[in-house]
């Protein structure tokens, strides 16, 4: 073999090898997918019926029951526009709690309940985590001790 056959091997190996890589990069990501919809869309058959979906929306008030067992708890999720019934086995969140925001990630079942693996509660919009809280509050005091600073410099050389 001559030194320019042996590099157009080289090259064209090298393009099979970051093919493969790709298509397995790709097929990997394709199996992990969870899309996200709506009880609407749920109840208008636009959510996959064989796969693994995000279902999301407000847990409807006086709509959670327990079980005997202590772990199962079946609750209904809506958008205010259509309703779907949830059931879950596990421990809750924390902020868990009637009217508000819930995500479920799991499939329909047959017999036409959304089934959960996963429970993710929202919390509101004002939520702050304690740190970010306080270095907020130490910016701002610094900062108004440092206008308060200039204000009082600014009027001393005024006079």
């Known amino acids: 073999m001559k030194a320019r056959q042996k590099r157009l091997l080289l090259v064209g190996l090298a393009i099979i090898?970051?093919?493969?890589?790709?298509?397995?990069?790709?097929?990997?990501?394709?199996?992990?997918?969870?899309?996200?919809?709506?009880?609407?869309?749920?109840?208008?058959?636009?959510?996959?019926?064989?796969?693994?979906?995000?279902?999301?929306?407000?847990?409807?008030?006086?709509?959670?029951?327990?079980?005997?067992?202590?772990?199962?708890?079946?609750?209904?999720?809506?958008d205010l526009g259509e309703t779907v019934t949830v059931a879950y086995t596990g421990i809750l969140p924390d902020l868990f709690k009637e009217g508000q925001g819930v995500v479920t990630k799991g499939r329909m079942g047959a017999d036409g309940r959304f089934v959960a693996d996963e429970v993710l509660a929202k919390h509101d919009e004002e939520y702050m985590p304690p740190e970010v809280a306080d270095t907020l509050k130490t910016a701002h005091a610094e900062g108004m001790t440092e206008a308060a600073t200039q204000t009082a410099q600014s009027g001393a050389a005024a006079q």
């Open 17 to 78: 090898g970051v093919g493969a890589a790709a298509a397995m990069a790709l097929s990997a990501l394709q199996s992990n997918i969870s899309y996200f919809f709506s009880p609407s869309q749920v109840k208008a058959n636009e959510s996959p019926a064989d796969h693994v979906f995000r279902l999301g929306g407000l847990v409807k008030e006086g709509s959670v029951q327990r079980q005997d067992d202590g772990l199962t708890v079946t609750f209904d999720v809506t």
